[in-house]
């Protein structure tokens, strides 16, 4: 080992400038005595001794001497806490005042803190000379300054003496922090070094090995994998033999190191996952190791499952081997000294990573084995595996979906049942699958409401609250997606239980009651207005409650009253009184509380109440847009959190980068997501401020442009969204603030101009500079509603260019958002979560075809269709795509054709073969969209459809059939009405037309397709044909005095109707009087009416 000479003689005179505790120099012996004397007082546990300490330590850190006394202290204090402070401050100290130090001293330095880290008998001190010798090498080695640096690492990590080995590998896992590409060139002989550490017998060492993996692996490249795995297979028997030892914390440091190395690019586990995964899973079934080291060792499964799912599927007896191991430690009993706030129990660290399983791989590789587990517990005697059959189908809804609604009839019996368990444990669990199936099993399991109504209703009288809480979660999102009518029979009990639980409940038990107050009121719409005079004064007085554990409930209270008054309007007449009140509850509960949350449901609450007043919200703007100005303007909150540099545990990290920071000790930087919904919700609230009343918020617009457009950059998808959409509705507000004046030849006033000159280009370029699709999708939604409504000629030529070029990227799939990292064909997303992202985004630029038409004018239009557009739209239609995608392609072809007509000739023999293929898929919507396509196709240009209209009939033909969806018999109704009033006389086969056609009036769900079928058949009525249609007369007479009472029926319908037979009257009244005469009288009142109007 390096001999080396005192440094310390080069340590000029040092003074503190106040009395008590100083450093004082008239010589080496009298200052080493001073200066040590301060670094044991700054170890006292006597306040005022520790601050003159800490003071006389800051008059001296600034002078470069103090390196050297300090480094003499760190070499011959007897004090082991003492030499441990001194290496802690001397890691803060060399960086700073390195290059201010003569090369002796340098030299110096050098030699003693190799000697010492060599030679030093406390574990504590070598760990944090280590850093020391990091921090010095820094600003060294890069310039060739240490050169006998890596062989004295050689040296010890080869050495016999575990001391020695420890050291070396300490001080490879801190050198990798801090000038790691410096040494490239020894990875092979590290990885070596590391293997033999990791088999070395000392778990010390062991323990030092493993800590210099995760820095050595962003220096590993492809070359070095074959060595990387030789490692790999020095880590397992040391595994084994920790197993065996029953050694949980090495446990825990070699699984995150395991997870550290899958996810480094390199492939480092592949040749040895699966035993890798043995391990993990040996130490997460253990029962007798700690919750937390269980815990720990899912964490590589979770990650291989997120990121790496093809290469763990490949593996799949030993897939189900998991799975089934996962079942097993969902039974496990919740242990008795669990703390809640510390650790995950084994069962639901188990539930956790079954649902990490089933959102990211293949639902076959996990489901049948947990169907099969759930089906077998939840008939046991048993009520922990009662309680885990519960969970497991739970976390099932979400990723497995698919496959368990195929099994509903089958797997909510089981749930209800056991929503009656004796266990509150298994009701509990219950009640939080029957949630989950809520959430992510709609539409199917809504059909089951009479059987799922009463059941939750027993449940929220539970005496356990723990059971009623999840009963209230379980309410909240079934009742969430439920209809008016089907939710109406309820109300009186639903709202009864839920006061009663809003009256006794413990907060969190009343926070979901009140969240399934929301719920109701969204879903019941009108038929929540009886219950009105109950629920608000509840919720007023939650607003006002003070408490910090009813926080959350203020929160929900705030939130329902928004719904409430939204639903209902301002105009009814309990509402109406209870605004003002619920509005200064709201505000004054704002300024006292300290909340992101709260603030954040207060901004979606005044939106909500702004959209229900319009413009009478005026009065409130001066309160309400400075409070969504502020939120928007505030810090994002990043948050420093570290230990005190004078901590002497001995526990910091090795090579941690913090030279330059004058207060030392290691940082993590979090992000306070809570800021982020509330800047979300502050920004969606002023565009609905605009929108409400529009020439109110003019005063407020400049500013509000400023934020929108700061927001509109900032770093989460959500916050840009909301920027996007306020920004389009701040523009219209402006434009109905501003019209042009009477007379003038423009489209846009001054005014309105200037701000879409702002808005239009922030709009139209996140194409090419956003990541994310729902902001694009939300911007190119925000465009095409401001062309849509600012009308032909408003907007200039530059921004339609720029509006048409969005669109053609994203039907392209080429804008930056849809970019595929393809780094690794294994790493994986949740892919319904990409589908549901895609889908919104191709949407949103469907809608901007029609828009464009808008704006642009027919014409103008038609040539930018067919250069730009006319294309990738058909691509999107070809069989390869995903079948969401064609449906949403097919129905912008349908309202491009709607809205150019003949103009697009060109590529109706291409669209019209792509539609027929749709009309045939087993997709309703796709049907329904095919078909709306190609009846408007047809219309605009028979002549080219000439060819294709027997074969579309055929395929419309069996759109009619009784198990077919409403929405797509429509449709295919709408298309024949179209193609009959298109074709000339004589080219169809009426009588098999008709019949079909008519049996399929009126009209269920879409009713605006009942505007070309009744068309086409008033059209056949006053034609030469109506010989050859006499027999489906009477028909058509029943069908028009049926479609006459249809409210929602088109007018337009309805009076060609009315006026064609007021026409055949009077042509054929002795054959049309007794037919009208059969009509129900409230129709022939109808048509009366309707040919009068």
């Keep these: 080992m390096p001999s080396c000479q005192s440094a310390s003689c080069h340590l000029t005179s040092v003074r503190t400038a106040r009395p008590g505790l100083a450093v004082q120099c008239q010589g080496r012996g009298a200052m080493a005595a001073d200066f040590e004397a301060v670094l044991t007082a700054l170890l006292s546990t006597d306040n005022q001794i520790r601050k003159q300490a800490e003071e006389a330590v800051q008059n001296v850190a600034n002078r470069p001497e103090v390196v050297a006394e300090t480094l003499h202290h760190v070499q011959h204090a007897a004090n082991p806490e003492v030499r441990h402070l001194a290496a802690v401050l001397l890691r803060k100290w060399v960086p700073r005042h390195w290059t201010k130090l003569s ?55 080869t050495a016999d003496s575990a001391e020695h080995r420890e050291v070396g590998l300490l001080l490879f896992a801190a050198l990798f922090e801090t000038i790691g590409e410096h040494l490239q060139p020894h990875v092979p ?38 060595a990387f795995h030789s490692l790999l297979g020095a880590l397992l028997p040391c595994a084994h033999a920790a197993l065996a030892a029953g050694d949980e914390e090495l446990l825990v440091q070699l699984c995150q190191v395991l997870v550290e190395v899958a996810e480094c690019p390199a492939p480092l586990l592949q040749p040895c996952l699966q035993q890798v995964l043995e391990m993990c899973m040996i130490v997460a079934t253990n029962k007798q190791f700690e919750p937390d080291t269980r815990e720990r060792a899912l964490h590589l499964l979770h990650w291989m499952a997120k990121y790496k799912p093809k290469q763990l599927t490949r593996l799949k007896p030993l897939m189900r081997a998991i799975v089934d191991a996962l079942c097993e430690m969902l039974c496990e009993p919740k242990p008795a000294d669990y703390d809640d706030a510390q650790e995950l129990p084994p069962q639901k660290a188990a ?103 009463p059941a939750v209703f027993r449940l929220l009288r539970d005496a356990d609250q723990d059971v009623q809480e999840r009963a209230c979660y379980a309410l909240d999102a079934f009742c969430e997606n439920l209809d008016a009518a089907e939710i109406l029979p309820y109300m009186p009990q639903l709202i009864s239980e839920l006061l009663q639980v809003l009256q006794t409940g413990r907060p969190g038990v009343q926070e979901m009651a009140l969240s ?107 309160h309400v847009v400075g409070l969504a100005f502020a939120s928007c303007r505030q810090e994002d909150g990043a948050e420093f959190v570290g230990n005190d540099s004078s901590d002497s545990d001995g526990d910091e990290e090795l090579g941690s980068d913090e030279s330059s920071d004058e207060e030392g000790g290691g940082r993590q930087f979090n992000v306070r997501t809570g800021v982020m919904d ?36 900032y770093w989460h998808e959500e916050a840009r969204a909301a920027a996007f959409d306020s920004l389009q509705k701040l523009t219209l507000a402006a434009h109905a603030a501003f019209p042009p004046a009477a007379g003038e030849p423009v489209v846009l006033s001054q005014q309105v101009q200037l701000v879409s000159e702002q808005v239009l280009p922030v709009l139209i370029s996140c194409v090419e500079e956003d990541c994310s699709k729902p902001a694009v999708g939300a911007a190119a939604a925000a465009l095409a509603q401001l062309l849509k409504r600012l009308g032909r000629g408003a907007v200039q030529p530059t921004f339609l260019e720029g509006a048409a070029n969005m669109a053609q990227l994203i039907l392209q799939n080429k804008a930056v958002c849809q970019e595929v990292e393809d780094d690794d ?16 985004l191709l949407g949103a630029a469907a809608d901007l075809l029609p828009a464009l038409a808008a704006s642009m004018g027919q014409g103008a239009y038609a040539a930018a269709f067919l250069s730009l557009h006319a294309e990738p ?65 047809v219309e605009a240009n028979p002549e080219k459809a000439a060819q294709f209209v027997m074969p579309l009939l055929a395929a419309l033909h069996n759109m009619f059939r009784p198990e077919e969806a409403a929405g797509a018999r429509d449709n295919a109704v709408g298309a024949v009405g179209r193609i009959l009033s298109s074709l000339p006389q004589g080219s169809l086969p009426l009588e098999q037309v008709l019949p079909v056609l008519l ?88 048509l009366q009416m309707l040919v009068s109007s």
């Excluded at 954040?600 to 919200?617: C, D, I, K, P």
């Design 873 to 937: 739209l058909l691509a999107r239609l070809r069989p390869q795509q995903p079948a969401a995608l064609r449906a949403i392609a097919a129905g912008a072809a349908a309202e491009v054709a709607e809205a150019l007509g003949g103009r697009i000739a060109a590529v109706v023999e291409p669209l019209l073969t792509l539609m027929l293929r749709e009309l045939q898929t087993e997709d309703d919507i796709n049907r329904q969209n095919a078909a709306f396509c190609a009846g408007l196709l």
């Design 825 to 840: 064909e294994d790493d994986a997303v949740d892919d319904e979560d990409v589908a549901a992202e895609d889908e919104d």
């Design 103 to 157: 090369p002796e001293v340098k030299s110096g330095a050098q030699q003693v803190l190799l000697e010492r880290i060599a030679h030093e008998p406390v574990h504590s001190v070598r760990r944090a000379l280590a850093n020391v010798v990091a921090a010095t090498a820094r600003g060294t080695v890069p310039e060739g300054q240490w050169p006998g640096l890596m062989d004295f690492l050689h040296q010890c990590s």
């Design 351 to 453: 539930a956790q990573a079954l649902d990490v399983l089933a959102i990211a791989v293949a639902s076959q590789h996990v489901f049948p084995a947990v169907w099969q587990f759930a089906q077998a517990a939840a008939a046991s005697p048993d009520h922990d595996r009662r309680h885990a059959a519960m969970l497991g189908l739970a976390v099932m809804a979400e990723g497995c979906s698919e496959p368990l609604r195929k099994r509903l009839q089958q797997a909510l019996p089981l749930v209800l049942s056991l929503l009656a368990d004796g266990s509150c444990e298994v009701r509990g669990a219950a009640a939080f699958a029957l949630g989950q199936f809520s959430e992510y099993l709609v539409p199917d399991v809504l059909q089951h409401y009479k059987d799922v109504m």
């Design 678 to 713: 509330e800047k979300a919700s502050a920004t969606a609230a002023l565009g609905w401020y605009a929108e409400a009343c529009p020439r109110a918020f003019m005063p407020h617009a400049e500013e509000c442009l400023q934020v929108l457009t700061t927001m509109s950059q």
């Design 189 to 226: 002989a590290i990885l070596q070094a590391l293997a033999a550490g990791a088999r070395h017998p000392s778990a010390l060492v062991q323990t030092a090995a493993l800590s210099a993996i995760e820095p050595l692996l962003p220096f590993i490249t492809d070359a070095h994998v074959p």
């Design 516 to 622: 399934a107050v929301s719920s109701i009121a969204a879903a019941a719409e009108q038929a929540f207005q009886p219950y009105t005079a109950q629920v608000l004064p509840v919720l007023q007085h939650f607003m006002q409650h003070p408490g910090k554990e009813h926080l959350l409930c203020r929160c929900r209270a705030v939130e329902s009253a928004g719904i409430i008054v939204s639903t209902l309007g301002a105009k009814d007449p309990v509402i109406g009184p209870h605004i003002a009140p619920m509005m200064e509850a709201v505000l004054a509960g704002y300024a006292a509380a300290d909340s992101s949350e709260l603030r954040e449901y207060s901004h979606t609450m005044f939106g909500n109440v702004a959209r229900a007043l319009g413009e009478e919200f005026a009065p409130y703007l001066g």
């Design 999 to 1086: 049996g399929a009036l009126p009209l269920k769900e879409d009713l605006s397709e009942t505007t070309p079928a009744v068309g086409a058949l008033c059209k056949l009525l006053l034609s030469d044909q109506l010989q050859q249609i006499q027999q489906f007369v009477p028909r058509i007479v029943q069908v028009f005095g049926e479609v006459a009472v249809q409210p929602a029926a088109p007018t337009q319908a309805k009076v060609g109707a009315a006026q064609t037979l007021m026409t055949m009257q009077a042509k054929f009244h002795e054959q049309m009087a007794p037919l009208l005469a059969q009509l129900p009288q409230e129709q022939q009142a109808a």
